[in-house]
């Protein structure tokens, strides 16, 4: 989509439709006759996702409800956007001429933010797609008269869209397309951005002693990868890095513990946690964040066959510490611990933080809005837990008990790859804590956050969220990046 900032005396582009934004409690002021009659006949009233249809005036016009003024902040801006766009998005209209609630340079720019994360789509594959089924808005003109503010504050909001449309079109992509090689040829592809992406295929994981990943993608004919991307901003290349780790089980049948034909496709998006690292890294590099980054992503497929690994069987982690598979749908955490283990001992990082669609018991726990967030450290989850608010990527905390490790110790390994139904996602988390050493490391379990059927967000559309990019980007920003 055409994205511009417009002035309130520039003329109307032909085939527009008109939308204002309109804060809670003052659609009744309007004195024009046609949005007076339009309003006193509806139960329009500018609360937050409400969208009036005026029949009668120009091409089309609209009125998409604010909320309160008091509460209007730049996540408003960008839903009444996004609810703008969504409400005519198919209407056969072309452009979509936005008047913000408030006109600040900062909102004008949010709402551009809001317009391109609603208008996503993942489309590649359809072919036959009546025309009168697609979306018409080809372009948008948000009207302020603080363009030139709006227009500077724009880059790193545009890099940030591009970052979460390629989270999403990783997460949306069928697994027969996006195995673990092709994921990481798309990574690789980065580098365009001016990041440094090595990758490690079999041999040199096996080199590194790396077992508990690659019993994981043993049954697979697709060779399993470790992507290590490199974003080097900060004014001293050799200062520590900030680490994160991604799961990405391209996909995830269970392996020989098959889960069961019922929802199984869902698990095309097993690799989530990589998606959002890779999109971490993508907004990192593409404002130039000042700050020296590293993303390591655990590309495998997990599959039954003839050489799959088989419950009961024993493998040694790059860490020395064995672990008995005692289920091998538990597999994010064994992808996990070589992982970040490697990313520990490489790179020393100031801190370490996984995501991962690593259980159900999240699920059940949270439900669908609240990632699971589990640290070591208490001031890593607050800064996490400060920047997840501004970003409306929520999250909530779960506790590390002591007492639960032993649902995970195994009678002939170090260590056993499930602890039962109880506290499934903590017994889980206490897992991938082995493997990280002491450092100060947080983990987000994404598996009820990275998929959403339906949304509840207007700039979230139904399918593949891209949730953690925002986040992690603003967690970077707020906390970690050198000033300028
Ligand atoms: N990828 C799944 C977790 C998952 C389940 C994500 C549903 C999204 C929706 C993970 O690999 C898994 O299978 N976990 C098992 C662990 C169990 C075997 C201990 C689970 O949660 O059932
Ligand atoms: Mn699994
Ligand atoms: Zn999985």
């Known amino acids: 989509m055409q994205i511009e900032f417009v002035s309130p005396d520039t003329g109307l582009a032909p085939r527009t439709v008109l939308a204002f934004a309109v804060p809670e409690g003052e659609a009744s002021s309007f004195q024009d006759g046609v949005f007076a009659a339009a309003v006193a006949a509806s139960r329009f009233t500018g609360a937050r996702g409400q969208v009036l249809q005026v029949h009668g005036a120009a091409d089309r016009v609209i009125l998409v409800g604010a909320g309160k003024i008091a509460e209007f902040d730049a ?111 798309r990574v690789k592809a980065l580098e365009a951005l001016g990041l440094s992406v090595e990758i490690l ?15 994981v993608g043993q049954g697979s004919i697709r060779e399993s990868q470790l992507v290590v991307m490199r974003w080097n901003g900060a004014a001293d290349p050799a200062a520590q890095p900030v680490a994160f780790i991604g799961k990405g089980v391209c996909f995830d049948t269970g392996g020989i513990s098959l889960k069961p034909a019922d929802g199984m496709e869902d698990m095309k998006w097993d690799m989530g946690g ?56 538990a597999e994010g955490r064994l992808v996990l611990a070589d992982a970040v283990w490697y990313c520990q001992d490489r790179f020393k990082p100031r ?41 409306e990527e929520p999250l909530w905390r779960m506790p590390l008990p002591k007492a639960y490790e032993k649902q995970i110790d195994s009678p002939i390994a170090d260590m056993k790859n499930v602890g039962g139904r109880p506290g499934g996602s903590i017994t889980s988390a206490l897992f991938i804590q082995r493997f990280v050493n002491g450092l100060p490391w947080a983990h987000l379990d994404i598996a009820n956050t990275a998929w959403k059927k339906p949304s509840t967000v207007p700039t979230i559309p139904d399918g593949a969220t891209g949730y953690g990019v925002r986040l992690l980007n603003r967690l970077v920003a707020d906390h970690y990046e050198e000033r300028a």
Do not use: W
Not at 139 to 153: D, E, F, N, S, Y
Not at 298 to 319: C, F, H, I, K
């Open 75 to 185: 996540l408003a801006a960008e839903h009444a956007a996004a609810s703008a766009y969504a409400a005519v998005k198919t209407s056969g209209l072309e452009c979509l001429r936005l008047v913000p609630a408030v006109d600040t340079g900062e909102f004008a720019a949010r709402a551009a933010l809001g317009l391109r994360l609603a208008a996503y789509r993942f489309d590649k594959y359809r072919t036959r797609e009546p025309a009168d089924k697609k979306p018409s808005i080809a372009a948008a003109q948000i009207v302020t008269g603080h363009a030139a503010a709006a227009r500077a504050a724009m880059p790193p909001l545009a890099a940030l869209a591009d970052a979460v449309v390629f989270s999403r079109d990783l997460v949306s992509e069928p697994a027969n397309i996006l195995h673990p090689v092709e994921f990481a040829r």
């Open 274 to 329: 990589a998606a959002a690292v890779a999109g971490l890294m993508h907004v990192l590099a593409g404002r130039k964040a000042k700050v020296n980054a590293v993303g390591i992503l655990g590309l495998v497929e997990n599959m039954p066959d003839g050489n799959a690994q088989r419950p009961g069987d024993v493998v040694t982690s790059m860490s020395g510490q064995t672990i008995e598979v005692i289920n091998t749908d």
């Open 351 to 391: 801190f370490m933080i996984d995501l991962a669609t690593l259980t159900g018991a999240i699920i059940i726990s949270l439900g669908n809005d609240y990632a699971g967030l589990f640290s070591n450290n208490d001031e890593l989850a607050e800064n996490l837990l400060s920047a997840s608010k501004g970003e």
């Open 201 to 215: 295929g079999e041999p040199e994981m096996a080199d590194l002693g790396m077992g508990s990943l690659l019993g």
